[in-house]
């Protein structure tokens, strides 16, 4: 006995062709298939009475191919590039296969795309041992099969390690099956379910509360490619400013300004290198957006003078709640210009939040991104160097935003279902657009909480409000990982664990991990502890500095690798299931959380109070990066984590480029160092340097230079400088690692001296040893040879004799 509001898409009928399209009808479906010039498919799919709807805040780049069609008897084939999709007609099922005819993923047979009332679903076939990745911000394990998850932007304070969802939406993931990656983008900003084979063994779906079933299904032959293929479509991270990677220093809250400067001044007084501090709701008068609180900062703009020549910038948080108050300046502006979201009688929506009511900027109406973003001129002309848009899911007390709230979502009116996930989002991109405005010539920096597909266009992302935890310290590298493979190569955690108290172990454990991530912030919540580096004891202190040091040393790969993420869309954070998904124990709970930092490094996260870990390598040679010890790979083995190491290798051929120390990304450090790791493989890396903020490298104002290594010839090549920047490097030693028997280095026949000298990554604990037991604490690489060479533009080229 049938349910008669269930339909699941039913027989073809006739289709319709043109020149980039084709569009299928049965008796009660419409069925569009696309072809886009990167080699994915659109599929989308609505009842015969509605109409195709193609507006989309996440995508901005589509070119379609033309199509061509071969109908048979039973189904028609269209193959694109280098995957041929298999539409049956009776019912309508989709299948991709690749261009061997295995197949890669198929509708279910019996349900396929299906509609219950406004809710539309795609189920899939679910396959034997078919891993599923991604899904941007979500907690739980890297494979997320046998998992249920739902996108609904969500302020979760204190959130767990398998809550959900959390506060962004990104509704798209990664599906291998027989060894074949394929991507799904579920084009659709309600709320939306992705069932991974939870709680049944028959299939997977994709689910709409409301609006249109429409998709893009991406296969390439690496899970890179599928990356690049999304945030082609999507957009990618922009050259962040290189003040935004150093180490950042937060709390809930700063103040007043003495404070702040008295914390500035402690990393100064202390030789920790930072670049930023942030000013979190109390700076505000009674957390009005856009005022300071007169008591707290009487003189900002000279606490922000003094903090710049200490070498700080500050970050504002800005929420978008408005506070209902007449005679406040925002709130007349805004109720002059018409930019709050309404109810359906035309009243202002009143929300309650941290200043009481509040009105909501409907930011689905580009008008009022206007207004609101102008608002930021006034705190950038005051000495405000980047701004952090929270509590934007968005947050009210109570949770309860009514869903019949109307917004204007760029002139398709609707209500809060379609715009509560793209609210974030949208609030992002009004403050870029509106710091980009009143300082074209520089960079914006932008941080949220919430956000949707192509949020890495306006901000990078940090993971909201976690807990001083063990589990929330592994969940810290998933996340950011996660992220990374669904196309937000900018984000991060808060090291040391907002909610919650964080032990000596633990921090000591986070800021080892949080300088291998790609937005790097010490942050923690009101009435607790301290968490700034120097506030757990000398022993931690020294550890923060060590690893902060090591950061600031590692600013060139790190901005090149940013360089790499802004062209091409892969992540900075890379999971090891992005290169090696065939290898089953990158899925293994205890190997899981490990990453690739950059192309080279690999970092595993280690726990408190853990002596050693066991770590898995993939198949080749690895050195630790502390000592130059050699591992083989496609192995697991126990690894000593004292606490002042967290297990870190390099890749065999791997290159790294580091720097002299600095105290902040203002100073210019003149020397650079090269390492070259000993391997059997061809590697290269791009070393990418330019201005640190402007957009003058649009017009090729960049220093772009090719480092390569040939393990057959044993040859170090460096490409003649690109671009007309002048490299701020004067100097560089070219380190080399794993070479023995090493009698000189040629260039063009003229010998260059070779030099030994001990070498240690991070500076060794001098005065502490908590394992008393423990030999040789310290150890550096003996003798490590390293040759000098002029940092010239023209092209050189060493030989190892």
């Given amino acids: ?170 509704p798209f993931f990664i599906g291998i099956n027989n060894q074949l990656p394929y991507g799904i983008f579920f084009n659709n900003s309600s709320k939306t379910n992705f069932n991974f084979g939870c709680s049944n063994n028959r299939f997977s779906f994709f689910q709409a509360e409301k609006g249109q079933l429409d998709y893009y299904f991406f296969h390439k032959t690496s899970i890179p490619e599928i990356i690049e293929d999304y945030t082609e479509l999507t957009g990618r991270t922009e050259l962040p400013p290189m003040w935004s990677l150093g180490y950042q220093q937060c709390r809930y809250s700063y103040y007043p300004d003495k404070e702040v400067l008295s914390v500035a001044q402690n990393f100064r007084d202390r030789n920790i290198p930072a670049d930023v501090i942030y000013l979190d709701i109390h700076y505000m ?91 930021y001129e006034k705190h950038l002309d005051e000495g405000v160097s980047g701004f952090w848009n929270d509590m934007n899911e968005p947050a009210l007390w109570g949770q309860k935003f009514p869903n019949l709230v109307e917004f204007d979502y760029e002139g398709y009116a609707t209500n809060f279902k379609l715009a509560r996930n793209v609210y974030g989002l949208n609030m992002c991109r009004s403050t870029y657009e509106g710091n980009k405005k009143a300082r074209p010539k520089n960079r914006p920096f932008v941080l949220t909480r919430s956000g949707f597909s192509g949020i890495q266009r306006y901000a990078a992302v940090w993971t909201g409000d976690n807990t001083a935890s063990e589990e929330h310290l592994l969940l810290a590298a998933r996340l950011v990982n996660s992220l990374g493979i669904s196309g937000v190569a900018n984000a991060g955690t808060d090291v040391g664990g907002f909610v919650g108290e964080c032990s000596i172990e633990l921090y000591a454990r986070w800021i080892a991990l949080g300088a291998f991530t790609p937005f790097f912030r010490g942050h ?75 192309k080279s490094i690999l970092v595993c996260p280690a726990l408190p109070n853990k002596e050693a870990i066991k770590v898995y390598l993939p198949e080749g040679k690895w050195y630790d990066l502390f000592n130059d010890n050699i591992f083989d790979g496609n192995s697991t083995f126990y690894h000593e984590t004292p606490i002042d190491k967290i297990p870190i290798f390099v890749k065999e051929s791997g290159i790294i480029v580091m720097q002299k120390l600095i105290q902040n990304t203002e100073e210019k450090a003149e020397k650079l160092e090269i390492h070259i790791y000993n391997g059997t493989s061809n590697n290269s890396f791009e070393l990418y340097e330019d201005d640190g903020k402007s957009y003058e490298y649009e017009n090729k104002h960049f220093n772009k230079r090719n480092i390569s290594w040939n393990p057959i010839l044993k040859t170090i090549e460096i490409s003649e400088a690109e671009g007309s920047f002048e490299s701020s490097y004067k100097s560089c030693k070219v380190y080399l690692h794993g070479f023995e028997n090493l009698s000189h280095i040629e260039n063009k026949n003229v010998q260059f001296k070779l030099n030994y000298r001990d070498y240690n990554f991070v500076d060794p604990i001098s005065n502490f040893d908590p394992f008393e037991k423990r030999e ?16 010239e533009k023209n092209k050189m080229k060493f030989s190892i004799i």
């Avoid at 109409?51 to 989309?56: C, Q, V």
């Avoid at 022993?539 to 940013?562: C, M, T, V």
Wanted: hydrophobic share 35%.
């Fill in 285 to 375: 008068q009674n957390y009005k957006v856009f005022t300071w609180n007169n008591e707290r900062f009487p003189n900002p703009e000279l606490m922000l003078k003094k903090l710049k020549s200490l070498g700080f910038k500050v970050v504002l948080i800005v929420d978008p709640g408005v506070k209902v108050e007449a005679g406040y300046e925002v709130y007349d502006d805004g109720i002059k210009h018409d930019v709050f979201a309404k109810y359906p009688d035309g009243t202002n929506f009143s929300g309650e939040v941290w200043p009481g009511w509040c009105h909501f900027p409907d930011f689905t109406k580009p008008k009022t991104r206007d207004w609101f973003g102008k608002f």
């Fill in 524 to 598: 923690t919540m009101i009435n607790s502890r301290d968490t700034e580096p120097w506030a757990f004891g000398e022993e931690a202190e020294e550890i923060s500095r060590n690893y902060i040091n090591l950061r600031y040393r590692l600013l060139p790969y790190l901005y090149s690798a940013f360089y790499e993420a802004s062209k091409t869309g892969l992540p900075i954070n890379k999971t090891l299931a992005m290169y090696h998904f065939q290898q089953e124990e990158v899925f293994d709970t205890r190997f899981q959380n490990q990453f690739y930092f950059g």
């Fill in 1 to 170: 006995m049938g349910m008669s509001h269930y339909n699941s898409i039913s027989g073809y009928l006739n289709h319709e062709i043109n020149a980039t399209s084709i569009i299928f009808f049965t008796d009660k479906q419409k069925l569009r298939i696309q072809l886009l010039t990167t080699g994915a498919f659109r599929i989308t799919a609505i009842k015969k009475e509605d109409s195709f709807f193609d507006f989309s805040y996440a995508v901005i780049h589509q070119k379609f191919d033309v199509i061509n069609v071969n109908e048979s008897k039973e189904s028609f084939r269209i193959k694109h590039q280098n995957t041929v999709l298999i539409i049956d007609k009776n019912p309508m099922r989709l299948s991709f296969f690749n261009e061997n005819g295995i197949l890669i993923n198929a509708d279910e047979k019996a349900f396929g795309i299906a509609w219950d009332g406004e809710e539309v679903t795609n189920y899939k076939q679910l396959n034997d041992g078919e891993i599923f990745l991604g899904l941007g911000e979500k907690a739980g394990n890297l494979n997320r099969r046998g998992s249920y998850y739902t996108n609904w932007n969500t302020d979760a304070f204190g959130y767990g390690v398998d809550s959900d969802p959390i506060y962004a939406s990104i």
């Fill in 776 to 791: 040789d604490k310290s150890k550096t690489v003996e003798k490590l040879p390293y040759f000098d060479i002029n940092w």
